[in-house]
């Protein structure tokens, strides 16, 4: 299901429908979709999707003409890509001078242990690889780009904006009404902001 904020903050973030954009990390083809009933020509990529929708593969091996995307959209996927160095820089390529890249991010430097143990407190039935605050805190270092690797790879032919910060949590298998109680948690101090909204420009 759909964050009905994350698609609030996509559409206003891209350029006006019928543009040409990309989506990096498409999974199973959600947003694309919205974004093609809004009146956007969408190509969606994820190399591990099995959507007929969604084209299985890597943004480095993507082929297209250089300048042929007027924006790109990663949700929730950059701290996955790979190779990043090349990724970003096929990337590039394919944004047009001027386009636009929307990123909603994990900073996984900002997961701490007061995160872990609230997301293990409320993660849903049948999410049981890891048992403390200390195995998800390793799985994620181990997996996925920090941010500030993203960005600064991203850097080099982008023009960002400095990160939006915000919850991250309630989105990754937990029911989407705990957003409110992590955001109220994140402004008491008490849970750190575990996502981040970045907007960018090709430069």
Not at 18 to 24: G, H, M
Request: aromatic share 6%; with cysteine; net charge negative.
């Amino acid at each position: 299901m759909l964050d009905p904020g994350l698609t609030r903050f996509v559409k206003q973030a891209l350029p006006p429908a019928p543009a040409r954009v990309l989506e990096v990390g498409a999974g199973d083809g959600e947003l694309a979709a919205e974004l093609a009933s809004a009146g956007y020509d969408v190509v969606a990529i994820d190399p591990a999707s099995t959507v007929d929708a969604v084209r299985p593969v890597s943004l480095h091996e993507l082929d297209g003409e250089p300048g042929s995307f007027d924006a790109s959209v990663a949700v929730l996927s950059m701290h996955h890509v790979e190779p990043l160095p090349e990724s970003c820089r096929r990337l590039a390529e394919l944004v047009r001078g001027g386009g636009s890249l929307v990123l909603d991010e994990l900073d996984v430097d900002r997961f701490d242990e007061r995160a872990g143990r609230w997301w293990l407190e409320h993660r849903q039935d049948g999410e049981d690889r890891f048992t403390t605050p200390d195995e998800l805190l390793e799985f994620l270092r181990h997996h996925c780009h920090p941010l500030s690797v993203v960005l600064g790879a991203l850097g080099e032919w982008f023009e960002l904006a400095p990160p939006a910060r915000g919850p991250y949590l309630y989105r990754w298998q937990l029911p989407l009404a705990l957003r409110s109680t992590e955001e109220q948690l994140i402004a008491g101090d008490r849970l750190p902001a575990t996502g981040a909204r970045i907007v960018g420009v090709r430069r």
